[in-house]
């Protein structure tokens, strides 16, 4: 939100025959800002139309070059584009449509959280009694002989037959922190009467803004939301990964995030819980706490995750949450937008 990129339109005449008149048109979507041209409105509701008129040579070739604003976070279409062409006495004119199609995401904005700090559940040498807490099962730090209880998946058996007695494989303590990024997208509560719009940005960048703040600070990161892509009809989950691509894809997630709820934040965190790694860091990202969605964090927190609440609400909840911390970025990010950083579109 808010950069502008170079959009050019390239012309050819591929004949040896002159065009003595040439339109073209093409729709823009009304968030791309096309800077220093005044646009014509469309047929369709969420777009203007930029045309052009030029007469051209034999095999001449026309580049018309603008720059373009993004106002709004989104996945947009550019075209189709109209073409209609006469020849050089006037007798004859042709229409067509170029099926063509061009898109292009637009990441939505990631501010500063200087006041927001992400507790690490799973610290680099946490220890209990001598033996790591987690561990990361692509270091092997040696081998010991079996316990009582270990499990079966970490004996090597090569060790074991050598040595003729149970080996079991010992891991280096877990370096990586692990986060993952819940983000509610129901602003109003009851969702037939709609949505907040100004919420529902304030809440996508406040999610986008930790997912980058949490890979800046080396942390494997995930998202799930409970509404659906604009792409797809499934709600949105961006699995924990260590690939360094792992922030654009889920700002691409962001970008298309759309603001109808498929399901209630405490129902994802009840069907998808159960696959949360032991220890990891739980951020919600929310305007809304009802009672319902209280409780699932309350007891994410009883068994043993880390919990963290970003409140992008105008106003404090008044739910209590019993000692998980809440970040209050309503008033922060409000304040952005009285200075047009344009975190709500």
């Known amino acids: 939100?808010?950069?502008?990129?170079?959009?050019?339109?390239?012309?050819?005449?591929?004949?040896?025959?002159?065009?003595?008149?040439?339109?073209?048109?093409?729709?823009?979507?009304?968030?791309?800002?096309?800077?220093?041209?005044?646009?014509?409105?469309s047929r369709r509701?969420?777009?203007?139309?930029?045309?052009?008129?030029?007469?051209?040579?034999?095999?001449?070739?026309?580049?018309?070059?603008?720059?373009?604003?993004?106002?709004?976070?989104?996945?947009?279409?550019?075209g189709p584009v109209?073409?209609?062409s006469g020849d050089l006495f006037g007798f004859r004119e042709s229409s067509t449509q170029l099926p063509q199609i061009d898109r292009i995401i637009v990441y939505p904005r990631t501010v500063p959280l200087p006041h927001v700090r992400l507790p690490a559940g799973r610290p680099f040498?946490?220890?209990?009694?001598?033996?790591?807490?987690?561990?990361d099962p692509t270091r092997i730090m040696g081998l010991r002989d079996y316990r009582h209880n270990d499990p079966l998946k970490r004996v090597d058996w090569k060790a074991t037959a050598r040595r003729q007695a149970l080996q079991v494989k010992v891991f280096e303590p877990s370096v990586t922190h692990q986060l993952l990024i819940l983000l509610n997208l129901d602003t109003i509560g009851k969702t037939w009467e709609g949505y907040d719009s100004v919420l529902l940005e304030r809440a996508v960048t406040a999610a986008a803004s930790a997912a980058r703040l949490a890979f800046e600070e080396k942390h494997t990161v995930g998202l799930y939301a409970n509404g659906a892509s604009l792409t797809s009809n499934q709600h949105i989950r961006v699995p924990l990964s260590r690939d360094p691509r792992q922030l654009n894809i889920i700002l691409e997630a962001l970008a298309m995030a759309?603001?109808?709820?498929?399901?209630?934040?405490e129902d994802i965190i009840r069907?998808?819980?159960?696959?949360?790694?032991?220890?990891?860091?739980?951020?919600?990202?929310?305007a809304?706490?009802?009672?319902?969605?209280?409780?699932?964090?309350?007891?994410?927190?009883?068994?043993?995750?880390?919990?963290?609440?970003?409140?992008?609400?105008?106003?404090r909840f008044g739910t209590d949450l019993r000692g998980i911390p809440v970040y209050e970025l309503g008033p922060y990010l409000r304040d952005l937008e009285v200075m047009g950083f344009g975190v709500a579109g």
């Open 1 to 41: 939100i808010g950069e502008t990129i170079d959009l050019a339109i390239r012309v050819t005449n591929k004949k040896p025959l002159p065009l003595n008149h040439l339109e073209v048109e093409d729709d823009i979507p009304k968030e791309l800002e096309v800077q220093g041209v005044k646009m014509q409105l």
């Open 45 to 78: 509701a969420d777009t203007l139309n930029l045309r052009h008129s030029a007469s051209m040579g034999w095999y001449e070739r026309i580049t018309w070059n603008y720059k373009v604003r993004c106002n709004a976070r989104g996945y947009y279409s550019l």
């Open 82 to 84: 109209t073409i209609r």
């Open 125 to 135: 040498g946490e220890m209990r009694g001598g033996e790591p807490i987690f561990e």
């Open 258 to 265: 759309g603001p109808f709820v498929h399901y209630s934040m």
């Open 271 to 286: 069907r998808e819980g159960r696959f949360f790694p032991f220890g990891s860091t739980i951020v919600l990202v929310t």
């Open 288 to 315: 809304l706490m009802p009672e319902p969605l209280a409780s699932s964090l309350l007891y994410l927190h009883g068994e043993g995750y880390p919990v963290v609440v970003l409140s992008v609400a105008n106003e």
